[in-house]
């Protein structure tokens, strides 16, 4: 048995005329609905209580990252983000954020899947998993944070959230979100095969996060 | 191909019973699941209110379905996305071939979707002389294999690293290893030229936020990052009861379905795509294009019973914790969706015809309903779905009738003392159906009813 690709001739295109799929599906939903006796009440609860965070949002941060397998380094001067960088050796690709195109250089990036390195900053972090927040809208970092097999990330201690709630207030805020933003935590990985673990599967096999104490790199 | 179906369900259990290496997998899999969603759970000390929170949340989805999808096509559309809505299967698939055929689209990624394992989409896609590839590395192993996914967060968690190894030998000419690294930079080798060429990326959507148009997805691989993020089509297909009302709803949906799932606190990525992107020269897709399915859905809002189903996150933790499927695996179901969850969704997608047995592998243990996130009410839903086989032309006939004659005697207290006389004589002399003893003891019936001895005290 297959599936067959029925050619409906533009009639899934079609406005006006015999009632559309959307009307069907609308209508559909809206009388099963009307049609249904009465639930129980659903059991209420006014809101959840937040856990409350007291730990250090860097060095939270730091454990989290690293409990995923991703690496941490905590810096507080250009000195120390230029010093860990060149650590790391490759072709590398820069995102277009001005405080890394000011310390490494600009190089318009060709083909992205040639390259051993993408080095970006994030915009945020979330202490609470080590995850790292990136908004494309604010960086061009969509792809050098995802294809080149080792990704460098800078952000800022003063930018790291407590809380996953913190994070998402931040993306969404006074009803504007970017078309793409990203979150972060650790490598790649499966365990598709026999649940065993595999660190590096599509994207980045390593992820070095460098967390800026020192004045932020966008000033 | 596999070709087991939900009306085989009995004979397909017996011979997945039989199949010791695949009980071993099985057990090896969900019990590590199993702890893993215990330990995570338990690390919040919000857990049980977090459910509370979610399960009401899609109730007030569910109730207002109709509005809710209508705000969110009005908000994605607003951002640049194109929305189409599907009434079944067939035209899902014949929306998604039409999209890619208009833009010429020769290669296609596509990243792990129950919805469109549920329209047999590969295939429609195929029959038009499109290269289809694969791109979770569970879906690429079974899509190699020429196999169906046995569970819906690890389609392959039948397999054994060694018969991975021995397929990607035969299909990719990788020299013999069973090293799972190796096997895993195989597999990243061969798909990075698809995901570099490919023309369209077609992927699911984990939610759907009615508030801004955005569609989440969340992975651990990074396949679905670059199938939405490469090739310039996205593609995205959405059941209609995967939106939420709230972006802040996502602070609840996305602390339970990777702890549900994995027991991780997040999987590695989540994408969060509202549109299209702002600028030409900017990365991501020029088309974003989301097709919204009922597919037998809107049907089960029929009824506050069969309403919870679409509560459904998909997360796979009913699987992990049944008695049934850890036994048996997602295979022997014969449907699209596995264990609990595909036990009572199946026979309201494809109807109780084809599923009649479906709703009867559960001994209603109710391990399901324990951890389900969002905590749908399993064991109710299948009791309410046994009363519809029975109801039906697939119902046992004998079995009405016996019901029937139970419930008279019952009804009357001279038919019930006649009733229990006859058993203490028949126990003797005629052994009862071997098909109830097998799995039950019986005590005899007393000496001596109560109703007598009551009337002796």
Redesign the interface.
Known sequence: ????????SDR?FETGGSM???E???K???S??A??????P????S???P?SVADEPVALFKQ?LEA?NGHCVVVESEEEIVQQVTRISGKIAISDAPGLNRLFGAQPVE?I?DYDVGISTAQAAIA??G?LVLD??RE?H??VS??PPVHIAIVDASSIFHT??EA??F??QNGN????????????????????L?I?????QELFVIVNKGPSLSN | MNHLTSETFDKNAKAALADVQLRGALRNATSLFGKRRLEAARSLNNWEDLRTAARAIKDDVLLHLDSYLETFEANAKQRGAVVHWAADAAEANAIICKLARDHDARTIVKSKSMTTEETHLNDALEAEGMQVVETDLGEYIIQLAHETPSHIIAPAIHKTKGQVAQLFTETLGMPPTDDIAQLTSTARATLRDRFASADVGISGVNFGIAETGTIVIVENEGNIRLTTSVPRMHIAVMGIEKVLPRFADLDIFLKLLPRSGTGQRLTTYQSFITGTKRNASDEGPDELHIVIMDNGRSRMLAHPVTRQSLACIRCGACLNACPVYQQIGGHAYGSVYPGPIGAVITPQLIGIEKAAQLPYASSLCGACREVCPVKIDIPRLLLHLRADVAASPKGNAAERLIFKLWARVMLSPSLYKMGTMAARVMQRVMPLSRAWTNGRDLRPVERQSFRDWWKHE
């Open positions: 048995m297959g599936a067959i690709c029925v050619r409906l899934v559309s799929s959307r069907t599906i609308l559909s939903i809206r099963h609905l049609a249904s006796p009465p639930d129980d659903s059991e209420s609860v809101s959840v209580i856990i989290n995923v083909n899947f609470e998993t995850t494309s809208a061009r969509r792809l995802l294809v996953l709630g998402l207030a993306i969404y979100i970017s078309p793409a933003v990203t979150f972060i935590t650790g490598p790649s990985r499966t365990a598709d095969i026999e649940l065993t595999a590096g599967v599509h994207g980045p």
